[in-house]
């Protein structure tokens, strides 16, 4: 290929350019499933084994490179709660024994460890010694580390294996004994992955090595490794042209940070958005009917209405939100969030805490004031209706509902839903006491997001969003040398505008910027160029149905490659979005290596 031809004649131009780009591979993790997905806890069988040692969590596991696992994470549920009780122990101290087995822990997972004829190993560092963890027990939401006896973690070599987990329970502290994991069931055990490592099958064991594993849940483990130094890698960098998103949010963290109570804000429906000012508080409706708690949740996680649901309620006409979201029926959450969906599980009922791979991939909701509130404890939940055809509207009140864990911090605010699509929030008194919040829309199914200051957008007014998002651009694989044939990594255009003419830009060089050079002398207005222009490489290549484009780039296997950099981006051509006719992806830089 001309590409690496040139790449080889200047590679001691493309040693000095490194520095704009990450000079390593820096560390990763890879997460089985969100873990507010959890909807069971497990371990302690009724009936232990004689050699009962506690429970497993297993993986199977692809490592695309050699690599260093440095921390090991899971969320526990042994906090003096759940149905039944677990015992609180949190701050207890539990011994953790790491095995790895070749290719898949399935058919190995009863063969203990030490055993004749067992392929269980345990795990050991660069000089061959054991490795083992201490967990700290702590209180979920909050995850349970692993502190590992070497820091600098264990090797995982290239290729398949199979890991194991085995938790041994505590023996001295408070209420010592079995520890109980989180799991979801079902949940068809989603592989997930990133360009160093893959997790696919998962499985726990309430009886280490003595049980067959369940393999039909997701369990709730994070490895974290670090890449060995020569290995190649890419990341994606600034932004493209145009990301209006109709999704859009603010977090509020910090005691005492949500700006926007007393205020309110209407939402006036457009074709693909809502065009939103800053309105009087007048319209708040006082709720008159009976509150939804003086009846038993649809939906809960512990038995009342703290992170509970309602059963899904009818409206008296059909709400179009943007995103292409049409319901007809809505599903109450406690804590502050209205589901426009039929929602029946109880992952969708519970507090925010920064869950925001929920609020991205879950059902379409809108949140007013998405925390954590504890209706069992005060205040209560409306639902009213009001008005004829075609002015109809309803009301959704939380009214006087405190912060879970916050006496007296008692919050009342309203969402009102419209006939003609529109919406209005109205604040009275709300505050972020010590949990989390988040206010803002989503349709949901894995949605594009734009964070927005709320209060500050409000003071000029500002629209939602229209849809339009930037075509992204990533790599198939990582850049390694020797990587041709199957194995060729590709550059990877998606999200390519329908408009297109059928036709992407590639362009690549040696050398590029972070802060890129703006087009809009260009006729693109908002769209920034980031390899740099002289000697810049570039190649048409046709987009898919599908909208995508791929550009193969085969990396021979020169070792005089390792450390090349290559800053790639691309443009389709969309004629109509701007002047120029062409709006253009992020960025990605790409470290060859091993």
């Not at 997790?199 to 849940?217: K, L, R």
Request: glycine share 12%; net charge negative; with cysteine.
């Amino acid at each position: 290929m001309t590409k690496l031809l040139l790449v080889s004649a200047v590679l001691s131009t493309a040693v000095a350019a490194t520095a704009q780009c990450t000079s390593g591979p820096g560390p990763g993790a890879v997460l089985t499933q969100d873990p507010f997905a959890a909807n069971f806890y497990v371990g302690s069988p009724l009936t232990p084994s004689p050699g009962f040692t506690g429970f497993t969590l297993l993986v199977d596991v692809v490592a695309d490179t050699p690599l260093k696992v440095t921390t090991v994470e899971t969320w526990l549920y042994d906090q003096g709660a759940g149905n039944p009780v677990n015992p609180n122990q949190v701050g207890n101290l539990g011994n953790v024994n790491i095995y790895y087995c070749a290719t898949s822990y399935v058919g190995a997972a009863t063969m203990r460890p030490g055993t004749a004829g067992s392929p269980w190993q345990p795990v050991v560092d660069d000089n061959a010694a054991v490795v083992t963890g201490t967990v700290t027990v702590d209180a979920f939401p909050n995850r349970s580390i692993v502190t590992l006896s070497n820091p600098a973690g264990f090797v995982i070599p290239q290729g398949a294996f199979g890991l194991a987990f085995e938790f041994n329970p505590p023996t001295a502290g408070m209420n010592p004994g079995p520890l109980h994991p989180l799991i979801t069931s079902p949940s068809g055990n989603p592989p997930r992955s990133d360009q160093f490592l893959a997790i696919g099958n998962q499985g726990f064991q309430n009886d280490a090595f003595e049980v067959a594993a369940s393999t039909t849940d997701s369990i709730n483990l994070e490895l974290g490794y670090t890449p060995f130094a020569n290995a190649g890698f890419w990341q994606a960098f600034g932004v493209g042209c145009y990301f209006d998103p109709e999704a859009f949010y603010e977090e509020f963290n910090a005691p005492g940070s949500f700006d926007l109570a007393n205020s309110a804000m209407t939402g006036v429906a457009q074709a693909n958005s809502w065009s939103f000012t800053n309105v009087g508080t007048t319209g708040f409706v006082a709720p008159t009917t009976t509150s939804l708690t003086a009846n038993p949740p649809a939906v809960t996680s512990g038995g009342t209405w703290d992170d509970a649901l309602s059963a899904p309620l009818g409206l008296p006409f059909t709400f179009q939100a943007p995103g292409g979201v049409a319901t007809s029926t809505i599903t109450v959450g406690s804590n502050g969030h209205v589901l426009l969906e039929a929602a029946t599980t109880v992952s969708d009922a519970f507090g925010y805490y920064n869950a925001l791979a929920d609020f991205r991939d879950r059902g379409p909701r809108i949140a007013p004031f998405w925390g954590d509130l504890d209706p069992s404890v005060s205040g209560g939940i409306y639902v009213e209706h009001f008005g004829v055809a075609p002015n109809r509207f309803t009301c959704v009140t939380w009214q006087g509902v405190e912060e879970w864990n916050a006496p007296g911090s008692g919050n009342t605010f309203q969402l009102q839903l419209h006939e003609n699509g529109n919406i209005e929030i109205y604040y009275q008194s709300v505050n972020v006491v010590s949990a989390p919040a988040l206010v803002g829309y989503t349709q949901g199914g894995g949605a594009q997001l734009q964070t927005l200051d709320l209060s500050a957008g409000l003071a000029g007014g500002f629209e939602s969003g229209d849809g339009a998002t930037p075509p992204e651009l990533t790599m198939t694989r990582r850049p390694a040398i020797g990587s041709t044939g199957p194995n060729t990594p590709e550059f990877l255009a998606s999200n390519i505008d329908a408009a297109s003419t059928g036709l992407v830009v590639f362009g690549l060089n040696l050398t590029g910027t972070a802060t890129g050079i703006s087009l809009a002398q260009h006729g693109m207005p908002g769209c920034t160029f980031y390899p740099t222009l002289t000697g810049l490489v570039s190649a048409f290549v046709g987009v898919t149905p599908a909208g995508t484009s791929a550009y193969p780039f085969p990396i021979p296997a020169d070792p005089m490659l390792i450390g090349l950099p290559l800053f790639v981006q691309c443009a389709p051509l969309t004629p109509g979005l701007n002047a120029g006719n062409l709006i253009v992806s992020n960025a990605v830089c790409a470290i060859v290596g091993t």
